[in-house]
Nanobody, 124 residues
């Protein structure tokens, strides 16, 4: 499996989580790595992305300062810290490597090498 996510779980509203995405080898890391999420019955949506070489970050509008994407080059790991969790954040969170540099980094179709996902459930 190229990418493996972890860190999901059941969290109360207002809580926080840090998700991890570990690459099994360097070739599974592309210049832009992204986080997406998919709630039941909904399309997979962009959450955040990071440029592996320069560190530039990109976020979906709904993030509104609650999410932070980061990376650890030595560990070949990308992180997504989520704070002030809301029930609407409930979804399976996926990481992926962008392979199509001609498509917008905000589109899921630009990414390949998807992980299996990690479930985040926000409920009291």
């Amino acid at each position: 499996v190229p990418l493996v996510e972890s860190g999901g779980g059941l969290v109360q509203p207002g809580g926080w989580l840090t998700l991890s995405c570990v690459a099994s080898e360097p070739s599974h890391i592309s210049n832009t790595m992204g986080w997406f999420r998919q709630a039941p019955g909904k399309e997979r949506e962009f959450v955040a992305a990071i440029e592996w070489s320069g560190g530039a970050t990109y976020y979906a509008d709904f993030v509104k300062g609650r999410f932070t994407i980061s990376k650890d080059d030595a560990k070949m790991t990308m992180y997504l810290q989520i704070t002030s969790l809301k029930p609407d954040d409930t979804a399976v969170y996926y990481c992926a490597a962008r392979r199509d540099n001609f498509s917008s980094l905000y589109l899921a179709s630009a990414y390949m090498d998807w992980g299996q996902g990690t479930q985040v459930t926000v409920s009291s």
